[in-house]
T-cell receptor, first 112, second 116 residues
Framework: AQSVTQLGSHVSVSEGALVLLRCNYS??????LFWYVQYPNQGLQLLLK??????LVKGINGFEAEFKKSETSFHLTKPSAHMSDAAEYFC??????????FGGGTRVLVKP | GAGVSQSPRYKVAKRGQDVALRCDPI?????LFWYQQALGQGPEFLTY????????KSGLPSDRFFAERPEGSVSTLKIQRTQQEDSAVYLC??????????????FGPGTRLTVL
């Protein structure tokens, strides 16, 4: 079985500040890890994914995430928040099989 | 190019009514997935098709839920005798290959179902 925990259902950051969204997973097999973003009334958009190889993964819109096997973590960061980053972010894991298992999501609020 | 589309975008049903939700995947995508997203939660897997074959329906919450993809393209999720607990956003996703491993799932905008 696999599961995902996202610490903090809401995060508030100032424009220009660091964005850090935490994700921890459990999986009995080496996982594939994903971050998706969801804007209001829209579907999920892939930000980045970890498959194999380099543990630091760069995605769209300046986001990146680092896979740390020893910590079973895949935290998402962006050095400088922009107003357009206000959205909900979901971490997901895919281990054996095809289905994605999602965390509960973290809603990001960006203050001017 | 065109992404995954879903219709209707919003559906209001009275308790006990049947509803049908449609998903048009990206052209040429082999795999199609349905997820249910309750308010304030992450999406949860319902079912998976590879072409017209339904290979996994382990996430369907009850026998009131039924999905089909008869020609390996468009899919319909049907909910019979809707209950208030069925209120959620239903997301459809498609992927080029099997959807496993590194294969990316592309999501549609969802159908928001409200059962009164």
């Amino acid at each position: 079985a696999q599961s995902v925990t996202q610490l903090g259902s809401h995060v508030s950051v100032s424009e220009g500040a660091l964005v850090l969204l935490r994700c921890n997973y459990s999986s009995s097999v080496p996982p594939y890890l994903f971050w998706y973003v969801q804007y209001p009334n829209q579907g999920l958009q892939l930000l980045l994914k970890y498959t194999t190889g380099a543990t630091l993964v760069k995605g769209i819109n300046g986001f990146e995430a680092e896979f740390k096997k020893s910590e079973t973590s895949f935290h998402l960061t962006k050095p400088s928040a922009h107003m357009s980053d206000a959205a909900e972010y979901f971490c997901a894991v895919k281990a054996a099989g095809n289905k994605l298992t999602f965390g509960g999501g973290t809603r990001v609020l960006v203050k001017p | 190019g065109a992404g995954v589309s879903q219709s209707p975008r919003y559906k209001v049903a009275k308790r006990g009514q049947d509803v049908a939700l449609r998903c048009d995947p990206i052209s040429g995508h082999v795999s199609l997935f349905w997820y249910q997203q309750a308010l304030g939660q992450g999406p949860e897997f319902l079912t998976y098709f590879q072409n017209e074959a339904q290979l996994d329906k382990s996430g369907l919450p009850s026998d009131r839920f039924f999905a089909e993809r008869p020609e390996g393209s468009v899919s319909t999720l049907k909910i019979q005798r809707t209950q208030q607990e069925d209120s959620a956003v239903y997301l459809c996703a498609s992927s080029l290959a099997s959807g496993g491993g590194t294969d990316t799932q592309y999501f549609g905008p969802g159908t928001r179902l409200t059962v009164l």
